[in-house]
Nanobody, 128 residues
Framework: QVQLVESGGGLVQAGGSLRLSCAAS????????MGWFRQAPGKEREFVAA????????VYADSVKGRFTISRDNAKTTMYLQMNSLKPEDTAVYYC?????????????????????WGQGTQVTVSS
């Protein structure tokens, strides 16, 4: 059984930084695509970033490109999202997700329906 547990959310002022972690267990993730999504109140779940676990190649939503960095630590089976230059519009619940590797190659990494496993979410609030 795959388990994903996020941590690292909190309250930060605009322009500040946070690092989210997603601890993964229950499977060998070398053949997985791992992603970060976020959901603000009243809005749909939105793609943030994804990483191909084997190889480490990454993709980002345009709204976070240049500010956020996704990475993973193979030894710790943990994925990270370093968020810099945070803006109030980044406020949301952030979720990590795992799905098959082919969603990365097919370009469907932005579609939350393609992911099989989800964490419980961590709240990020950016004050102006």
């Amino acid at each position: 059984q795959v388990q994903l547990v996020e941590s690292g959310g909190g309250l930060v002022q605009a322009g500040g930084s946070l690092r989210l972690s997603c601890a993964a267990s229950g499977r060998t993730f070398s053949s997985y695509t791992m992603g970060w999504f976020r959901q603000a109140p009243g809005k749909e779940r939105e793609f943030v970033a994804a990483v191909r676990w084997s190889g480490g190649t990454t993709v980002y939503a345009d709204s976070v490109k240049g500010r956020f960095t996704i990475s993973r630590d193979n030894a710790k089976t943990t994925m990270y999202l370093q968020m810099n230059s945070l803006k109030p519009e980044d406020t949301a619940v952030y979720y990590c997700a795992a799905g098959p590797i082919n969603i990365y190659y097919s370009g469907r990494y932005y579609d939350p329906r393609r992911y099989d496993y989800w964490g419980q979410g961590t709240q990020v609030t950016v004050s102006s």
